[in-house]
């Protein structure tokens, strides 16, 4: 099993500092109504993000323009019934005679672990049709398309004008789930994508940069750095949105320029696949079997630790399993090859073998994970104490990934907090100042981040 984290880059250089984080299951998006008219022919739209409900059923829109109940365009991830094509990239918008400009793209966007960056540029004055509409993603500009259709020379289309724009819906429906940063608006001028972004000369991975450019009328820079507004507009123009449904602990760290670990919602097993939410944080199994869940990001040196917090459930025999598994070693589905350690009866599990450990726990209990693969040791906490060191062999011996793993069953629910919670923590962070824990990581172990990657992994 092969695990690819894009979005990681060299700890040098411009840092994006935070991202917010949608959760469609509670109607997450904001919006803004201009008070006068833009450019409506020339404007880019760029915007990071990371998605996390890869489904074949519904859009996750980023960006939406609308007036009631007449659209007038959008950006979406959208979903299809047609087997194997969904997860496209659909763009289009009205001009003034609402004739639309719709295009899908060919190529699928099916990574859960990886950050995008997307650029939507329009300039309906150029004389030739292909260069009325580009469209790039992480640098490279898009030339499939499924559907095509460019505006007339000078169309004036309906972005920039005085009616409703939305990020992270279509007017009360198909919302985002994810996590979205660095969304900017540049009204008046179509750019390219190295306004934004540029090659990292060591990974050769496309990364952010800053902005210098002019915005415009109806321009605006979102960095969600306000916890307290996170609707705030950061380019001087004062265009700042208002918040629905969004709350504080929605505006986190994970970044373009620090990717962390969530849960892989396509890393798990058929038999039982749970209900993910919480820009795939939070688990919730509804078919009364197991569900195997693995992380996105895989380890194979160093010290790290993570926490979950158990939100209900049955707490029945084997309803949670907490702990680190190695999935070439086993199956996603099956526990051959983990460490683990169980609600119901407090005993730990070392390649699917049981043993008395440390004491039971249930809901609104927080399980902190802690692994040392050089010492071959596991330590978990229950609520900050220690439940002992175990010192391991097999498991460990001759895997090369390690990534973290929960067992859930029955009706249970559990968040993972790999230093980036849905859910007020303690700001505790671990020993190189990254995450927000509940309880103070031991010393010398790291969250699960792309930069502590970079340093410890």
């Not at 490279?140 to 499924?146: C, L």
């Not at 008046?188 to 210098?212: C, V």
């Not at 229950?382 to 859930?408: E, R």
Request: charged content about 10%; hydrophobic content about 30%.
């Amino acid at each position: 099993m092969a695990f690819l984290v894009l979005g990681a880059n060299s700890v040098s250089g411009y840092t994006v500092k935070n991202s917010l984080r949608f959760n469609s299951g509670s109607s997450d998006y904001l919006n803004r109504t201009p008070a006068s008219n833009g450019n409506q022919r020339t404007w880019t739209y760029s915007c990071w993000f990371k998605y996390s409900e890869l489904t074949n059923s519904a859009s996750n829109t980023l960006f939406f323009i609308a007036n009631g109940s007449t659209i007038e365009g959008g950006i979406r991830i959208v979903g299809s019934s047609g087997a194997g094509d969904y997860n496209k990239i659909n763009f289009y918008f009205y001009d003034s005679a609402y004739i639309i400009n719709n295009f899908t793209t060919t190529q699928l966007f099916r990574d859960p672990s990886a950050w995008y960056h997307l650029v939507l540029a329009v300039d309906t004055t150029q004389a030739t049709s292909t260069n009325r509409v580009k469209f790039y993603i992480n640098g490279s500009q898009v030339t499939a398309f499924d559907t095509t259709g460019y505006p007339t020379q000078n169309a004036d289309t309906r972005v920039n004008t005085t009616v409703p724009h939305y990020i992270g819906t279509q007017v009360n429906q198909r919302y985002f789930g994810g996590y979205m940063s660095e969304v900017y608006m540049i009204d008046g001028t179509a750019l390219t994508p190295s306004s934004f972004g540029e090659t990292d000369t060591d990974t050769g991975i496309w990364k952010p940069k800053a902005y210098t450019g002019t915005y415009g009328t109806n321009g605006f820079y979102l960095k969600f750095a306000n916890s307290a507004s996170l609707g705030t507009d950061s380019s001087g123009n004062g265009n700042t949105f208002t918040v629905n449904n969004l709350t504080s602990v929605d505006q986190t760290t994970d970044t373009p320029t620090n990717n962390f670990c969530t849960i892989n919602s396509v890393a798990v097993n058929t038999a039982n696949i749970p209900t993910m939410t919480d820009g795939n944080l939070t688990a919730l199994s509804t078919t009364g079997s197991d569900a195997a869940l693995l992380g996105t990001i895989a380890i194979g040196s160093g010290k790290w630790y993570y926490e979950a917090k158990c939100i209900s459930g049955t707490l029945g025999d084997r309803v949670l399993k907490l702990g680190w598994a190695n999935p070439d070693k086993s199956p996603q589905n099956q526990f051959q090859a983990s460490i683990v350690y169980r609600n119901s009866d407090g005993n730990k599990y070392i390649d699917n073998s049981g043993s008395a450990y440390g004491a039971t726990y249930t809901d609104g209990d927080i399980i902190g994970v802690a692994l040392d693969i050089s010492g071959g040791t596991v330590t978990f906490y229950k609520n900050g104490t220690t439940q002992g060191t175990i010192t391991i062999s097999g498991a460990l011996d001759d895997g090369t990934f390690y990534i973290p793993y929960g067992d859930i069953g029955n009706t249970d629910k559990v968040t993972f907090n790999f230093g980036n919670p849905p859910y007020s923590a303690n700001s505790y962070t671990d020993s190189a100042g990254f995450g927000n824990f509940s309880y103070q990581p031991p010393a010398n172990y790291f969250a699960l981040c792309t930069k502590n990657l970079a340093q410890y992994g």
